[in-house]
C-alpha cells in the first residue's frame, strides 16, 4: 500500500492513493449512489437558510448524536459496505471510528466551505480518516494564523486521507467548486464521537 506523507507544519497528513482498487471504488460508487438515502440539510448564515450545495448521510454506532455545522443528527446503522470500508481503514491507520458522515457532490457546482473539524465530541485531537469515490476533486488546507501556508491536494478515486494530530486546530479545509464537467463524488470521513 503506497503512503504519502504532507509534509505541513502543525498538521498530521497522510494520503493513500489506490487504497480501494479501481474495481472496488466504482462497486462503491455505484452503491452509494443507488442505496442511500440522501437528504440535503439546510445551513443558517446571517440569519438565512439555504440548502446546503451537496447531500449527506450519516452512520454510526447506537445513541452516537452528532452535532455538524449546527445541526444535530442521529445516525442510521451502519449497512455492511461501509462496516467493510471502515475495517479497512482501521486496520491500516489503527485508530477506531464510530460514525461515518457521508458527503454527495452530485456535480462541479457542489462544494463544502472552509471550516475545520474541530467539534469537541470528537476529543482534542480529532482523527478523521476520509475515503473519497468517483470524480477527482481539488481539496484545499490553509493556517488559520498564516496565511501564506496553503495546500493542494488531488483526492482520487478509491483514496483515503488521514487527518490527525493538531491539523483541525491550526488549519481549515475546503472542497471547491470547478467549472470542470466532473461527475459525481462520494466522500465518507470516519470519525470518533466520545
Ligand atoms: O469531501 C471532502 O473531501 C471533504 C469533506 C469534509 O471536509 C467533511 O466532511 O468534513
Ligand atoms: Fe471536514
Known sequence: MSKKIIELPDACLEYFPGFFSQEESDRYLGYFLKSIEWQQDKIKMFGKEFLQPRL???????????????????????????????????????????????????????????????????????????????????????????????EKLVLENGSLLLMAGTTQHFWKHQLPKTKKKVGPRVNLTFRKVY
Open 56 to 150: 449527506t448521510a450519516l452512520f454510526g454506532e447506537k445513541e452516537k448524536s452528532y452535532t455538524y455545522s449546527g445541526i444535530t443528527m442521529l445516525p442510521e446503522p451502519f449497512p455492511s459496505p461501509i462496516l467493510n470500508i471502515k475495517s479497512k481503514c482501521e486496520e491500516i491507520l489503527g485508530e477506531k471510528f464510530n460514525i461515518c458522515l457521508l458527503n454527495l457532490y452530485r456535480n462541479g457546482s457542489d462544494s463544502m466551505g472552509w471550516h475545520a473539524d474541530d467539534e469537541r465530541e470528537l476529543g482534542k485531537n480529532p482523527v478523521i480518516a476520509s475515503v473519497s469515490f468517483g470524480a477527482e476533486r481539488i481539496f484545499h488546507l490553509k493556517h488559520q494564523k498564516d496565511p501564506s501556508l496553503r
